[in-house]
């Protein structure tokens, strides 16, 4: 295709070129959640799940900030621990949190497009805090189908879910 020129344009002998549009890349399991979608059930699974399990560690476990601050790579385990084992239930019993019931997306096996095995909701979500602390999850801004490396270990999908 020839270079179009401003002045062509102006005139009407050449139509402009209309701008891509961005599309999402259907996977063979459905669209993927796009990634508001995606950061908004973060949000929501840390204030509902995350956040009752520090405020038990704080002040039920270590009576305090002091006493968490003492023992700080324990507290973080009794806090990580029990949200991995909690989210992999969540995913490997519905396929979503509830931050992904609200925002309408659901975790599957990409090759299968069924939910994933408990194991496999296990080994996603060990590798989803992993993930979290060494800043791989920027892969998603990268990818057109926006999966992280978690995801990508684990073998599975965020995809949007059909309206109902």
Same mark, same amino acid.
């Given at each position: 295709?020839?270079?179009?020129?401003?002045?062509?344009?102006?005139? &009407?002998?050449?139509?402009?070129? $209309?701008?891509k549009k961005k599309r999402s890349v259907p996977t063979r399991t459905g669209l993927p959640a796009t990634l508001g979608q995606r950061f908004k059930a973060f949000i929501t699974d840390s204030f509902m799940i995350l956040?009752?399990?520090?405020?038990? !560690?704080?002040?039920?476990?270590?009576?305090?900030?002091? &006493? /968490?601050?003492?023992?700080?790579?324990?507290?973080?385990?009794?806090?990580?621990?029990?949200?991995?084992?909690?989210?992999?239930?969540?995913?490997?019993?519905?396929?979503?949190?509830?931050?992904?019931?609200?925002?309408?997306?659901?975790?599957?096996?990409?090759?299968? &497009?069924?939910?994933?095995? !408990?194991?496999?909701?296990?080994?996603?979500?060990?590798?989803?805090?992993?993930?979290?602390?060494? /800043?791989?999850?920027?892969?998603?801004?990268?990818?057109?189908?926006?999966?992280?490396?978690? $995801?990508?270990?684990? &073998?599975?999908?965020?995809?949007? $879910?059909?309206?109902?």
């Open positions: 295709m020839a270079k179009q020129r401003f002045r062509d344009v102006k005139q &009407g002998r050449v139509r402009p070129a $209309e701008p956040m009752p399990l520090m405020y038990i !560690v704080f002040y039920l476990v270590f009576d305090g900030r002091e &006493g /968490f601050a003492q023992h700080k790579l324990l507290g973080w385990l009794y806090i990580l621990i029990p949200y991995i084992l909690i989210t992999a239930l969540f995913l490997a019993k519905t396929g979503q949190t509830p931050g992904m019931r609200a925002y309408e997306i659901r975790t599957v096996d990409c090759h299968s &497009g069924e939910r994933p095995s !408990v194991g496999g909701s296990l080994l996603r979500q060990i590798l989803a805090v992993w993930d979290f602390f060494l /800043f791989t999850w920027i892969l998603q801004f990268f990818r057109r189908d926006h999966r992280t490396l978690h $995801e990508i270990l684990s &073998g599975t999908c965020l995809i949007r $879910e059909p309206s109902r």
